[in-house]
């Protein structure tokens, strides 16, 4: 954007602007069994303004980073979950440059693991999960930076059986959505600046989000009972 201005206001409003422009492509196709997940929590907030535009289905997919160790905002990998299977990604990157121990990972991913069920019962309470096999999946996430989480959450929606997968954001990394476009069938990205260093600079209002906004958001989106 010119003069430094942030493109989105805040989540709200980028969801409505990655939504028109999922809405206005040939993929997902109009008739195609859409349904939505965001990654919670600000992703949520995003994908409810993409299921609107493409009336689909609403839900979410729980993702939780693992920090490393000492360095817990730094993701040495990532878990998310689709139903009961549970999917771990490692970023080896950042592994290559500091020794964790087998068991200081283990630790840790289980520590997450608690967390993040405990989210999606918060989050979803009694629901079931919106049924994914033979269906095309967005993924919606507020940005990508490493794309951890993202990867983690691919992987386990590929085990539930999709016809395709496609990864959709406001904001990312050009090195990161360029690296995911050979793990999904589509990555849409609205804005990917060259000199990106955080997803919060694509937003004037970037302040983190509650669960009662997730849980707000499920619970207005498209078919929410679907």
């Given at each position: 954007?010119?003069?430094?201005?942030?493109?989105?206001?805040?989540?709200?409003?980028?969801?409505?602007?990655?939504?028109?422009?999922?809405?206005?492509?040939?993929?997902?196709?109009?008739?195609?069994?859409?349904?939505?997940?965001?990654?919670?929590?600000?992703?949520?907030?995003?994908?409810?303004?993409?299921?609107?535009?493409?009336?689909?289905?609403?839900?979410?997919?729980?993702?939780?980073?693992?920090?490393l160790?000492?360095?817990?905002?730094?993701?040495?990998?990532?878990i998310?979950a689709?139903?009961?299977?549970?999917?771990?990604?490692?970023?080896?990157?950042?592994?290559?440059?500091?020794?964790?121990?087998?068991?200081?990972?283990?630790?840790?991913?289980?520590?997450?693991?608690?967390e993040?069920?405990?989210?999606?019962?918060?989050?979803?309470?009694?629901?079931?999960?919106?049924?994914?096999?033979?269906?095309?999946?967005?993924?919606?996430?507020?940005?990508?930076?490493?794309?951890?989480?993202?990867?983690?959450?691919?992987?386990?929606?590929?085990?539930?059986?999709?016809?395709?997968?496609?990864?959709?954001?406001?904001?990312g990394?050009?090195?990161?959505?360029?690296a995911l476009?050979?793990?999904?069938?589509?990555?849409?990205?609205?804005?990917?600046?060259?000199?990106?260093?955080?997803?919060?600079?694509?937003?004037?209002?970037?302040?983190?989000?509650?669960?009662?906004?997730?849980?707000?958001?499920?619970?207005?989106?498209p078919?929410?009972?679907?």
């Amino acid at each position: 954007m010119a003069g430094g201005a942030s493109p989105f206001a805040d989540r709200g409003s980028a969801g409505r602007a990655l939504g028109a422009e999922l809405a206005g492509r040939t993929r997902p196709a109009p008739d195609a069994d859409v349904v939505v997940l965001g990654l919670p929590r600000g992703g949520v907030v995003v994908a409810a303004g993409v299921a609107d535009a493409l009336g689909a289905p609403l839900d979410v997919v729980p993702v939780r980073k693992l920090g490393l160790p000492g360095q817990p905002e730094l993701a040495m990998g990532a878990i998310a979950a689709a139903g009961d299977v549970v999917e771990t990604v490692r970023t080896e990157a950042v592994l290559a440059r500091v020794a964790v121990a087998p068991e200081e990972f283990a630790a840790v991913r289980e520590r997450e693991l608690t967390e993040l069920r405990r989210r999606e019962a918060a989050y979803r309470g009694d629901r079931q999960p919106v049924p994914l096999a033979g269906r095309t999946v967005v993924l919606v996430d507020d940005g990508l930076a490493t794309g951890a989480t993202m990867r983690a959450a691919v992987a386990a929606v590929r085990r539930a059986g999709p016809d395709r997968v496609v990864v959709a954001v406001p904001v990312g990394s050009p090195t990161t959505c360029a690296a995911l476009r050979a793990d999904v069938d589509e990555v849409v990205c609205l804005w990917a600046p060259v000199g990106f260093t955080a997803v919060g600079q694509g937003y004037d209002d970037f302040r983190p989000t509650g669960d009662d906004e997730v849980r707000a958001a499920l619970a207005t989106g498209p078919a929410a009972g679907r």
